[in-house]
């Protein structure tokens, strides 16, 4: 059974830096992809970085520049890096396991394994 385990979500100010991480068990996660996700109140959940196999990262427009994706074989774990956060930003923040080929990278519905979730409250 895959197990995902993320933290490091708090409230913070605006134009702070926070870093989530997320444990991966129970797969082989060499061969596979590590996401993230966030779903604000109201809004559906939407894709924010995914990190390849091969060390390749991905990233939605509104967090380009600002947020960065690593991966860990050996602690089998990606971390999130967020700079300069933005009110915008305040979210549920959900790790995604999987093997989604690139077109589909961005797509919630591949990712079959799920964390359970860290929250994200960036204050003005």
């Known amino acids: 059974q895959v197990q995902l385990v993320e933290s490091g979500g708090q409230l913070v100010q605006a134009g702070a830096s926070l870093r989530l991480s997320c444990t991966i068990s129970?797969?082989?996660?060499?061969?596979?992809?590590g996401a993230w996700f966030r779903q604000a109140p109201g809004k559906e959940r939407e894709f924010v970085a995914a990190v390849r196999y091969n060390g390749y990262t991905y990233y939605a427009d509104s967090v380009k520049g600002r947020f960065t994706l690593s991966r860990d074989n050996t602690k089998t774990a990606i971390s999130l890096e967020m700079n300069n956060l933005k009110t915008d930003d305040t979210a549920m923040y959900y790790c995604a396991h999987g093997r989604p080929i690139l077109s589909e990278l961005r797509e919630r519905s591949i990712y079959k394994n799920w964390g359970q979730g860290t929250q994200v409250t960036v204050s003005s």
């Open positions: 129970g797969d082989t996660f060499r061969d596979s992809t």
